[in-house]
Each structure stands twice: as C-alpha cells, then as structure tokens.
C-alpha cells in the first residue's frame, strides 16, 4: 500500500507564496503520476496541477500563470510552488499519485488559508 504524506500548508497573505510537498511512501510501487487537488468549502473537489512520466504537465487556467509543479520520480515526491496567491486560493489541498496497479492514492490533505 502507498501513503502519500503532504506538507507546507498554512496561512498567508494575499499576494504571499507557499510551497506543498508530498512524499509517497510503501514498497515495490510504481507510480506514473502526482498531483494536487484543492477543496474549498461548500465546492467540489478540483484539479489544480498534474505532472505525468515524461514531465507532462497539466495546469488549471486559474494558477497557470502563479503556480509550479514539479516531481522527483527518485524520491516519489511532488512540490507545488504557489505564488502571488489570492484569497480564492483558500482551500485544503490534497496530494494524489496514480500508482501502476493500485489506483489512484490520496493523501490526507493540507490547509491553505489566503488572508486578504
């Protein structure tokens, strides 16, 4: 079984910057992609950013401009480094891995809180 382990939430200003890690633990697993979702309250879970093998990236409209992933296959890690972040922005954010024969992997999530 794979556990996926995120850290680097918490609260910030408006216009201020986080970084989100998530390390992927267990044994003899493969995954084949990482990313972040975000939940705000009252609204459905979203994709915020993916980055598949062969580094192909996939980036809501929203944070394209704002937010990097970016993944070590190595370390079984991936890191989102949010930017110029907005009030809207607010959200707890979950890690995910797809991991070849097991499905999708989630993580127990992260709270970010954009103060305007």
């Known amino acids: 079984q794979v556990q996926l382990v995120e850290s680097g939430g918490g609260l910030v200003q408006s216009g201020g910057s986080l970084r989100l890690s998530c390390a992927a633990s267990?044994?003899?697993?493969?995954?084949?992609?990482m990313g972040w979702y975000r939940q705000a309250p009252g609204k459905q879970r979203e994709l915020v950013a993916s980055?598949?093998?062969?580094?192909?990236?996939n980036l809501q409209a929203t944070v394209k401009d704002r937010f990097t992933i970016s993944r070590d296959s190595a370390k079984n890690t991936v890191h989102l480094q949010m930017n110029s972040l907005k009030p809207e922005d607010t959200a707890v954010y979950y890690c995910?891995?797809?991991?070849?024969?097991?499905?999708?992997?989630w993580g127990q999530g992260t709270q970010v809180t954009v103060s305007s």
């Open positions: 995910n891995a797809g991991v070849v024969g097991a499905g999708i992997q």
């Open positions: 267990g044994t003899g697993f493969r995954i084949y992609a």
């Open positions: 980055i598949a093998d062969g580094a192909t990236i």
